[in-house]
């Protein structure tokens, strides 16, 4: 993506072997196919390395576009150029609010979400003229980043698998000085498929990052501006 506001190539990666077409809209896509699947960071780090734009979009294949949110995501970005990735509002194909946005997470929050007390996720109530909200992290579903700001703290982490990448980076981009935001009257649908969750092999992956996560940041999480109430 480049100064316009919408798009300009697209990198599609086939992590496995499947059967199913994207639409492009017209647009030049570079295409790679893995010899053996890669994790969620390796495989959009691998994606960055064709980016000649000023933006660079993550998007998980399970995201769908009701309305186009790359102008006000843009727009947001020109506004403010600390921010160095934003999200929009990600709802469910129900209309619910997904839980895309939270504070970063420490283990007495764990505990309290564990217990059925509050899980982290901040809410996304649009402020005046709609300005972007900071959070502490955005989940990596569907994110937009400043080229800049990802090249600076060097890509996604790709000893995590699968989980906590994206908490990663939006810790270490808080703490070169880049900020992490939303923008609520930006909306995306995430048709989730979250069987995979109970499957043994992905508990284990999960435990993994958040072990690495702890060890990375427990006591060293950066300040932000998030107002915690």
Not at 96 to 107: I, L, N, W
Not at 111 to 126: E, F, Q
Not at 143 to 148: C, H
Not at 214 to 227: I, M, N, S
Request: hydrophobic share 40%; with cysteine.
């Amino acid at each position: 993506m480049n100064h316009a506001t919408h798009p300009q190539q697209l990198v599609l990666t086939k992590n496995i072997p499947e059967q199913e077409a994207f639409l492009t809209g017209g647009l030049p896509v570079k295409h790679i196919t893995n010899a053996h699947p890669l994790g969620f960071g390796a495989n959009h780090n691998q994606a960055f390395r064709y980016c000649e734009e000023e933006f660079f979009c993550v998007a998980n294949p399970d995201i769908r576009l009701t309305q186009d949110p790359f102008p006000t995501l843009i727009s947001c970005m020109h506004e403010d150029p600390s921010i160095g990735v934003i999200a929009p509002r990600v709802i469910n194909p129900s209309g619910q609010a997904e839980d895309s946005a939270r504070q970063f997470p420490a283990p007495a929050g764990l505990l309290r979400k564990a217990l059925g007390g509050h899980d982290g996720r901040m809410p996304l109530v649009p402020g005046p003229q709609n300005k972007p909200i900071p959070v502490d992290w955005n989940a990596g579903m569907f994110l937009v980043f400043r080229a800049s700001a990802f090249r600076s703290v060097g890509g996604f982490d790709d000893k995590f698998h699968l989980y906590y990448e994206d908490v990663d980076i939006c810790a270490r981009l808080w703490k070169t000085g880049w900020k992490v935001a939303v923008s609520p009257s930006a909306v995306v649908v995430h048709a989730a498929q979250r069987a995979s969750r109970r499957k043994p092999r992905y508990m284990a992956w999960h435990a993994a990052s958040m072990v690495r996560f702890f060890a990375k940041h427990l006591w060293r999480l950066p300040h932000t501006t998030v107002d915690r109430g």
